[in-house]
């Protein structure tokens, strides 16, 4: 079955960056690709972007350029997503999703995700 | 990069009454790449609706989605106390609207 398992809470000081990972399982991972979306405390869900895990093709958030970076391993079906120059409205669960791309665009809704990875930015 | 409205902000209705929720698109979406999702406290959010009007695999017939181009509605027919939550709609690979919050009245 479909698993995507994500990294452990993390606690950060205001200026520092971190790098949340999503392990893939029970798919071919090269074959799709991964979605990033985040939600603040008590906010909606804010889409981050999103990485074909074909080609590294990458697609952020416009709010984000320049300080997110979204990667993957294929050999460890892995994708990492790592946000630099933290601030205390990066505080968030940060989840990962799997979705299907043709021609560089995301042809399928998202039915499975990872867990969430709490992220706290604080002084 | 389209911008998508939900309203209202919240709802309250009661166990059994139909819920109306609407999600607007500042441009013309493709009905095929519109999907509905649910949320509840502490979960990620699941999947109910695909293609403006599918239902995904295992969500009841009570749900129902439809519309076109820039105005797109789910409905609830009889809400049941699970379906208390926070809907969101989202064009595949773009940002989602906002959200509704279906509370219990």
């Known amino acids: 079955q479909v698993q995507l398992v994500q990294s452990g809470a993390e606690v950060k000081k205001p200026g520092a960056s971190v790098k949340v990972s999503c392990k893939a399982s029970g798919y071919t991972f090269t074959s799709y690709g ?10 909606g869900l804010e889409w981050m972007g999103w990485i074909s895990a074909y080609n590294g093709n990458t697609n952020y958030a416009q709010k984000l350029q320049g300080r997110v970076t979204m990667t993957t391993d294929t050999s460890t079906s892995t994708a990492y997503m790592e946000l630099r120059s933290l601030r205390s409205d990066d505080t968030a669960v940060y989840y990962c999703a799997r979705v299907t791309m043709a021609r ?5 809704p998202t039915v499975y995700w990872g867990q969430g990875t709490l992220v706290t930015v604080s002084s | 990069e389209i911008v998508l409205t939900q309203s209202p902000g919240t709802l309250s209705l009661s166990p059994g009454e139909r819920a109306t929720l609407s999600c607007r698109a500042s441009q013309s979406v493709s009905s095929s790449y519109l999907a509905w999702y649910q949320q509840k406290p502490g979960q990620a959010p699941r999947l109910l609706i695909y293609g403006a009007s599918s239902r995904a695999t295992g969500i009841p017939d009570r749900f129902s989605g439809s519309g076109s181009g820039t105005d797109f509605t789910l409905t609830i027919s009889r809400l049941e106390p699970e379906d208390f939550a926070v809907y969101y709609c989202q064009q595949y690979g773009s940002p989602f ?3 509704t919050k279906v509370d219990i009245k």
């Open chain 2, 97 to 99: 609207g906002p959200g």
């Open chain 1, 34 to 43: 991964i979605s990033w979306v985040r939600q603040a405390p008590g906010q």
């Open chain 1, 104 to 108: 560089g665009v995301i042809i399928s």
